[in-house]
C-alpha cells in the first residue's frame, strides 16, 4: 500500500515531469524540429511492409510504456497509484430529502407526506434524515421560495408555512451515473480535439501552407498502426501532461494557481507537435480543455480515448480521405450537440443544488 500523498516542493515535480517527458518525448521532439525546418523528411516515414510497420507500432508501444513506468513510478513515490491518477466513476446516491415536517407541534399526521408531495411517508428513515425540532415562528414563504416554486398560502395555515401547500419535498439531486460522467467528459474533452483541428484547417487555407505531418502512405498496413499509433499516442500524451503534471503540480502547492499547471502543459505539449507551424500553437485549445475537464472531473480514460479517436480518424483520412471525412463531421456534430446537453444539464443541476442549499439555510437543517 502507498503512503498517503505527501507535499513535495515545485523543483521536484518539474524536475520528475521533466525526466519523463525527456526519455519519452525527446525522440518526437527532435522529429518535429526536424520535419518543422525540412518537410520532405516525411516522405522518408511511408509504411509500404510489414516490418515498417511494426517499427512503427513498437516505437509508439515502447513510448506509452516508458510513460506509464515512470509516471507509476514517481507518483508511488508522492503516495499516489496509477489507478488513483486515472480515477474512478462516482457512485450514485440517492438525492437528499429533508422533511421536518415530523416535529412541527399541532401539525396533523406528523411524519407523514402533505398532500401532493412526491415523496409517500416512510421512504425514507429517520437514520438516515433525521428529523429537527423546530420552535415557533415557522420561516415565512418568502424566506424559503421565490415563484414559481411556492404557492400562496391558503386560508388557515399561516402558521405552518409553507409546509402543508408545497407541491414537493424539496431534494439535492444525486450524481449521475456512470454513463454520464464517462460521456460529459469525453465530449467536451472531444470538443478541445476538434477545436484544434479547425484551427489547423484555418492556419492551411488562410496561408496557404500544408503542415509538415509525415506522409506514411496509402498502404493497408496503416490500419493496424493506425489504430496502435491512436491508443499508444493518446494514452502516453495524457497520462503524463494531463495526470502527471496535474497531480504532481497539486501536491507542490499550486492547486489554487492553476495558471501554472496550464502554462506547464501547454509548455509540454507544443514541442513534439512542432511540424503543424504556427498551427502548433492550436494545441492550447485542447490542452486547457483536457486540464480542466480532469481538475473538474478526475477521470482521466475519457480524455485518453478522445484523443486516441481523433487520431484514428487522422489515420484513416489517409486511406479513405471522403469516408474519414464524413466521421468527422458526424463527430463534430455528436460533440456540438452533446456540449450544449451537458451544459445545459449541468447548470440544470447545479442550480437545484444551490435552490437546496437556500432551503437547508432557511430551516436551519
Not at 429533508?98 to 416512510?122: E, F, H, I, Q, R
Not at 483536457?290 to 480524455?303: A, D, G, Q, T
Request: glycine share 10%.
Amino acid at each position: 500500500m502507498p503512503n498517503q500523498p505527501i507535499r513535495i516542493s515545485p523543483l521536484r515535480a518539474l524536475a520528475e515531469i521533466g525526466a519523463v517527458y525527456f526519455v519519452s518525448f525527446g525522440l518526437g521532439v527532435i522529429s518535429a524540429v526536424g520535419l518543422l525546418t525540412d518537410p520532405a523528411l516525411g516522405s522518408d516515414q511511408q509504411i509500404h511492409s510489414w516490418i515498417e510497420a511494426g517499427s512503427e507500432m513498437m516505437q509508439y508501444i515502447m513510448q506509452a510504456c516508458t510513460v506509464v513506468f515512470g509516471v507509476a513510478y514517481f507518483s508511488l513515490r508522492r503516495g499516489l497509484t496509477l489507478s488513483s491518477i486515472f480515477g474512478r466513476f462516482n457512485k450514485p446516491k440517492p438525492p437528499a430529502l429533508y422533511a421536518p415536517y415530523g416535529s412541527y407541534p399541532g401539525v396533523p399526521n406528523a411524519g407523514a407526506a402533505y398532500p401532493g408531495a412526491a415523496y409517500p411517508s416512510g421512504q425514507y428513515s429517520a437514520d438516515q434524515y433525521p428529523v429537527p425540532q423546530y420552535q415557533y415562528p415557522y420561516p415565512t414563504q418568502t424566506q424559503l421560495y421565490a415563484p414559481p416554486y411556492s404557492a400562496p398560502a391558503p386560508p388557515g395555515y399561516q402558521g405552518y408555512t409553507p409546509y402543508p401547500q408545497m407541491a414537493y419535498a424539496p431534494t439535492r439531486p444525486a450524481e449521475r451515473g456512470r454513463s454520464w460522467q464517462f460521456a460529459r467528459a469525453f465530449f467536451l474533452s472531444m470538443a478541445g480535439v476538434l477545436g484544434f483541428l479547425l484551427a489547423v484547417v484555418i492556419y492551411v487555407n488562410v496561408t496557404g501552407k500544408s503542415t509538415g505531418a509525415p506522409d506514411q502512405g496509402h498502404s493497408l498496413w496503416m490500419v493496424p498502426v493506425g489504430i496502435v499509433v491512436a491508443l499508444s499516442a493518446g494514452f502516453g500524451e495524457e497520462v503524463l501532461i494531463t495526470g502527471m503534471v496535474v497531480t504532481a503540480l497539486e501536491q507542490a502547492g499550486f492547486g489554487k494557481r492553476a495558471w501554472v499547471i496550464y502554462l506547464v502543459a501547454i509548455a509540454l505539449r507544443i514541442p513534439f507537435h512542432l511540424y503543424y507551424g504556427w498551427a502548433s500553437l492550436a494545441v492550447i485549445c485542447f490542452t486547457v480543455v483536457n486540464i480542466w475537464v480532469y481538475r473538474r472531473w478526475r477521470l482521466l480514460w475519457p480524455i485518453v480515448l478522445a484523443h486516441a479517436v481523433y487520431d484514428a480518424l487522422e489515420f484513416a483520412g489517409s486511406l479513405q480521405p471522403a469516408l474519414a471525412g464524413l466521421g468527422l463531421l458526424a463527430l463534430g456534430l455528436a460533440t456540438f450537440v452533446m456540449v450544449i446537453v451537458i451544459a445545459c444539464i449541468e447548470l440544470s443541476d447545479r442550480s437545484a443544488r444551490r435552490r437546496f442549499n437556500q432551503w437547508r439555510t432557511a430551516v436551519g437543517v
